[in-house]
């Protein structure tokens, strides 16, 4: 930064510094990222230089403070706009367009400033709903008309509140002539909050009950049930203008009605909730129940839960998942944030009944996503206990329903539930034998994305979006992890010698030639313990056991890899735990913390100098590896099958671009003459490893694998053994075929 010229790459430079900043105060230890924080290449030439040259180290370590500060803001923000996804299902939910920092106006203005500003509307003064202030519309909706006496000053003195709901009139087509465009969402977003702030007063109630708004709502909503006898030639809610225009907004504005007990009355009174049973039926307009169903309220025990329930149960595949995410937001609910004050309490119980319901389900998508929406409800300790109680059955998921099942370990009563089912011990003796070193493949699986340099990122976030469960990166469930987290399930553990034998595995079977089998037993003994001692009760058992002295070692000397990694990760898991943390510290390893001193599950070596070298072991060659690509030569590979012997050579020839062609030619005419030969796993073994040896094209690859019969390559990865049909070969030297030119 101090050497380069140009301002643009300077102020790149800064940018980058300050992001790498950022992550080190974030992620590494105390002990490490103090020294970084201190930029001491920047900041100690400043005093020895003259003054001029000193403006460009302040200069950068400005931009540098300034991007710190940008950042914290940000993380702040992309919280709020989480928080903001999840407090609305609402398709028309755009960000406001004006400035988010600007000062909202003043709820309790005096009277001459509040008729000041309904002037400054436009609406009193122009009929075209372009020329209106609609930002100023918005300050006073959510502003001043929530107090009762502006309220009634606007609906008596001005025509303000008249002329804003006629625009929302059906009849009228100005708001469902609107384009649904991002920025034309305003409109419906003030629509929603008109709706809210009327339904607080009950002369607002009654402005809302008296004026035509919902009467016309109504009739164009029976334009949609055939039993009503109204029928339209261009109906307002058909399918291209809820697609393409506002008119999909009339049910956000219908979904903030149904969220008061007043609004609920309105609806009813104009019979909408039967039309709305009926559009649920519907089996050619998903899209009107989609646009229903997003929208409604669901806190309040009415005909809203009632109609979700039906179409969670009653609908087609695609309404039934849909219907399904939808109970995300209240199963998930946190009673201690302050937007949540509003449910009550039984609304969680409700949706967690649903779920368990769905569990149920014919199809198995549906049933998954009740058990993914369960699991992440299960995170409250509240929750996990009512779910419990539902006592769900999921013996017919299989697969499916065990991360569920594993969640209710984690509760006294849980345990004692599944103990009773006898699942504990029966799954236990399964993760002991098998599934401890499935869970290996897993991670290793999860790892690889997670650490893919080409991720694809949503270009935009969308209603779906927020009705998933977000994968946030973590560990897959762990049996041995859930059992510690009770008392009941240490001393199950500990009973069982399972911890016993895995410390024993691990000190056994540890060394630099091991082969692939034990390698992958290491790995699984290694994520056991890592699990059992990231809980604050399962830490005990590595202080009985001194294990960790083991795991540091792999983790520092080991020359496997995949085997190195496997260890690191395990001691960031073992200091997830207090008591861990400090088992780990006393083998000189510091783990990195959050501002409240929690361990954040990363821990780095005090001393980094050995854990980031690989020592190649001086007979590198004889094992396959290499420091450069110039001091290994590819071995010839021969077969004492002729036949086989012609097929490897006509193999190698095709790497040779001039002799592709014609190579190609041969072995096809080679498969027709002997088919049995491109059945034999043995022949696909050594084309592989020629392959292997050489560079060929990728459509050469793809050209020479596809010659094989498709069962060769599940023979080959299984090591099964070839039949005997298969691996005699006929010798017959008059049949061989003659030199291929």
């Not at 590595?542 to 690191?568: C, F, M, P, W």
């Not at 004492?640 to 050579?649: A, F, G, K, M, T």
Request: aromatic residues 8%.
């Amino acid at each position: 930064m101090q050497t380069e010229s140009e301002t643009a790459l300077q102020r790149k430079a800064a940018l980058l510094q300050g992001e790498v900043l950022e992550l080190t105060n974030r992620l590494l230890p105390y002990t490490f990222s103090a020294k970084f924080q201190v930029v001491p290449n920047l900041v100690d030439p400043v005093g020895f230089l003259p003054a001029e040259a000193s403006l460009t180290p302040i200069s950068m370590t400005y931009q540098i403070d300034s991007v710190s500060r940008t950042l914290y803001r940000s993380q702040g923000d992309v919280k709020e706009a989480l928080l903001s996804m999840k407090r609305s299902t609402q398709h028309t939910s755009a960000p406001r367009s004006s400035d988010s920092s600007k000062p909202m106006v003043d709820i309790d203005m005096d009277e001459l400033r509040f008729r000041a500003a309904i002037v400054d509307t436009q609406v009193l003064n122009h009929v075209k709903h372009f020329k209106w202030n609609w930002d100023l519309i918005e300050d006073l909706v959510e502003g001043p008309l929530k107090n009762p006496k502006r309220l009634t000053e606007a609906i008596t003195g001005t025509k303000f509140l008249k002329r804003l709901l006629s625009f929302y009139r059906p009849f009228k087509y100005r708001f469902s002539d609107i384009p649904s465009t991002k920025l034309n969402q305003r409109y419906v977003r003030v629509g929603v909050s008109l709706m809210k702030t009327l339904l607080q007063n009950n002369e607002g109630i009654a402005e809302l009950s008296e004026s035509k708004f919902l009467r016309q709502l109504g009739e164009c909503l029976a334009q949609l049930d055939r039993t009503s006898g109204l029928t339209a030639t261009a109906p307002l809610f058909s399918t291209w203008r809820t697609a393409e225009t506002l008119t999909g907004g009339y049910f956000a504005l219908l979904g903030a009605l149904s969220s008061n007990p007043k609004g609920l009355q309105m609806i009813e009174r104009w019979h909408m909730v039967n039309i709305f049973y009926h559009i649920i039926e519907l089996q050619d307009r998903d899209d009107l129940v989609e646009l229903l169903l997003g929208n409604m309220d669901f806190s309040l025990n009415s005909h809203p839960r009632v109609m979700l329930s039906q179409a969670a149960t009653a609908s087609h595949k695609h309404i039934r998942i849909f219907a399904t995410r939808l109970l995300r937001k209240y199963a998930t609910l946190d009673p201690f944030v302050e937007e949540n004050s509003r449910f009550p309490a039984s609304v969680c119980e409700w949706a967690i009944d649903l779920l368990v319901t769905q569990l149920y389900d014919p199809e198995v998508e549906v049933s998954e996503v009740a058990v993914q929406i369960l699991e992440e409800s299960c995170n409250r300790k509240s929750h996990l206990e009512y779910v419990v109680q539902c006592c769900p059955q999921l013996d017919h998921l299989n697969e499916i329903g065990a991360p569920l099942l594993l969640r209710f370990l984690s509760t006294s009563l849980g345990y004692q539930y599944l103990d009773r089912l006898d699942y504990i011990t029966q799954e236990m003796d399964d993760w002991f034998s098998l599934r401890n070193y499935r869970y290996v493949t897993l991670v290793e699986a999860s790892l690889t994305r997670a650490f893919a340099t080409l991720m694809q990122e949503p270009s935009r976030a969308s209603i779906d979006d927020s009705l998933q469960p977000q994968d946030s990166g973590s560990l897959p469930p762990h049996f041995y992890r859930e059992l510690t987290r009770t008392q009941e399930g240490c001393d199950l553990l500990r009973d069982s010698g399972h911890f016993d034998d895995f410390v024993a595995t691990i000190t056994e079977l540890w060394s630099e030639d091991m082969d692939l089998e034990s390698l992958v037993k290491l790995k699984g003994c290694l994520w056991a313990v890592g699990n059992i001692g990231s809980m604050g009760l399962g830490s005990t058992f590595l202080e009985e056991s001194d294990i960790v002295r083991v795991i540091v070692k792999i983790a520092e000397h080991s020359q496997v890899t995949t085997l190195r990694g496997t260890a690191y990760f395990v001691l960031g898991l073992i200091s997830r735990s207090l008591h861990g943390m400090e088992i780990v510290a006393e083998h000189g390893w510091d783990a990195a913390t959050d501002h409240r001193g929690r361990s954040i599950g990363y821990c780095l070596p005090k001393r980094l100098e050995g854990f980031f070298s690989l020592k190649i072991p001086q007979n590198a060659k004889k094992h396959g590896l290499r420091n450069t690509p110039h001091d290994w030569t590819p071995r010839p590979i021969t077969d004492e099958d002729p036949i086989h012997e012609r097929v490897l050579n006509i193999v190698m020839e095709t790497g040779n671009a001039v002799l592709a062609k014609k190579a190609a030619t041969d072995l096809n005419g080679l498969k027709l003459r002997y088919p049995e030969a491109f059945a034999s796993v043995e022949l696909y073994r050594k084309v592989r490893d020629v392959l292997g040896g050489r560079n060929f094209r990728l459509p050469v690859r793809r050209f020479l694998l596809d010659l094989f019969e498709k069962n060769v390559m599940r023979r080959f990865v299984l090591d099964e053994e070839e039949s005997e049909n298969e691996s005699i070969q006929t010798e017959r030297p008059s049949q061989i075929p003659p030199r291929i030119p």
